[in-house]
């Protein structure tokens, strides 16, 4: 069975700054998706950035960028410049290219505070 | 921008108590999911809806669940005699046909059983 791991509750990153999420996972399969997911405290969880398992280029949207390590299996994402918006929980997941599944695998999550 | 909404944002229930949350998918998504976190655990996969019939469930999803989609908008799971063990957070999600591999999330619901 496929897992998600996030080895970091909590992360803290001054404003203007760069700060790095890390999310490792592992699966026996060739062909999936990675995503994070961003969720503001009360509010649902959003979409940052998604990556293909297929693709060797590392998503980038904006001021978020990943790092995709397939061998690895190590997804990470970067933020640069963080604003004060950006605080919030960081959700790493996971999902098979199996089209007979669609389910997320998530991981604990990292509560990112960025300080004024 | 069309949004996931769920609600009640916050429900409080006796054990043993039927419950049903409410989730409003973004209009033209034809997959459903229901996914659960219990207060600093990791978000879990409940059940996944399509063509109205459940598609994966999770061993979670015991007979104690169901979901339906009632109207043609609304999409509701109902747990029918809740436990102590009910108790947390419950996220709605959509996906359209054609880009199943992104699902939006709604607020969620916290349910609260004593």
């Known amino acids: 069975a496929q897992t998600v791991t996030q080895s970091q509750p909590e992360m803290s990153v001054q404003e203007a700054e760069t700060v790095t999420l890390s999310c490792t996972y592992d699966?026996?399969?060739?062909?999936?998706?990675l995503f994070w997911y961003k969720q503001p405290p009360s509010r649902q969880m959003i979409l940052v950035i998604r990556?293909?398992?297929?693709?060797?280029q590392n998503a980038t949207e904006n001021r978020f960028s990943v790092n995709f390590q397939k061998a690895a299996k190590s997804f990470s994402l970067k933020i640069s410049d963080s604003q004060l918006g950006d605080a919030a929980m960081y959700f790493c997941?996971?999902?098979?290219?199996?089209?007979?599944?669609?389910?997320?695998?998530f991981g604990t999550g990292t509560r990112l505070k960025v300080l004024a | 921008e069309p949004e996931v909404t769920q609600t009640p944002s916050h429900q409080v229930t006796q054990m043993g108590q039927e419950v049903i949350l409410r989730c409003v998918p973004i209009?033209?998504?034809?997959?459903f999911y229901w996914y659960r976190q219990i207060l600093g655990q990791k978000v879990e996969f409940l059940v996944s809806?399509?063509?109205?019939?459940?598609?994966?469930k999770s061993e979670i999803f015991d007979d104690q669940f169901s979901v339906e989609r009632p109207d043609g908008s609304n999409f509701t799971l109902k747990i029918r005699s809740t436990k102590l063990e009910d108790s947390a957070m419950y996220f709605c999600?959509?996906?359209?046909?054609?880009?199943?591999?992104?699902?939006?999330f709604g607020p969620g619901t916290r349910l609260t059983v004593l």
């Open positions: 809806f399509y063509n109205n019939e459940i598609s994966e």
């Open positions: 997941a996971y999902r098979s290219a199996d089209s007979g599944t669609y389910k997320y695998i």
């Open positions: 209009s033209n998504h034809l997959y």
């Open positions: 999600a959509s996906s359209e046909i054609g880009a199943a591999d992104t699902q939006y």
């Open positions: 699966t026996s399969e060739s062909d999936y998706y």
């Open positions: 990556q293909e398992a297929y693709k060797q």
